[in-house]
């Protein structure tokens, strides 16, 4: 049974910086989609942004030239480079795996494998 665990999110000011973390066990990283999405209290869940299998990233045009996603194959592991932080980042993130990662702009076919990890910006 895959898993994967995201750890990394935190509380901090606008314009400061978080790296996301999620170690995956049961999946390989290298193999699949790889993405992140995010969920806000009375706010629709949101792609963030998606790493394929042999392609480069693509990124919400909310987070675009903020954020950076990344793998390390050899830790089986995906990272979400969080710079600029807009109160509006603040959410409960997860990161999740598929053999075609569904548009970000659909993001309720995102599936959920782990706990997340807050993301608190304020202003």
């Known amino acids: 049974q895959s898993l994967l665990v995201e750890s990394g999110g935190g509380s901090v000011q606008a314009g400061g910086s978080l790296r996301l973390s999620c170690v995956a066990s049961?999946?390989?990283?290298?193999?699949?989609?790889m993405a992140w999405f995010r969920q806000a209290p009375g706010r629709e869940r949101e792609g963030v942004a998606f790493?394929?299998?042999?392609?480069?990233?693509v990124y919400a045009d909310s987070v675009k030239d903020r954020f950076t996603l990344s793998r390390d194959n050899s830790k089986n592991t995906v990272y979400l480079q969080m710079n600029i932080l807009k109160p509006e980042d603040t959410a409960m993130y997860y990161c999740?795996?598929?053999?075609?990662?569904?548009?970000?702009?659909?993001?309720?076919?995102?599936?959920?494998r782990g706990p997340g990890t807050q993301v608190t910006v304020s202003s």
């Open positions: 999740a795996a598929h053999y075609v990662c569904p548009p970000l702009t659909s993001p309720d076919q995102y599936k959920s």
């Open positions: 790493i394929e299998e042999g392609g480069g990233a």
């Open positions: 049961g999946v390989n990283v290298s193999m699949n989609c």
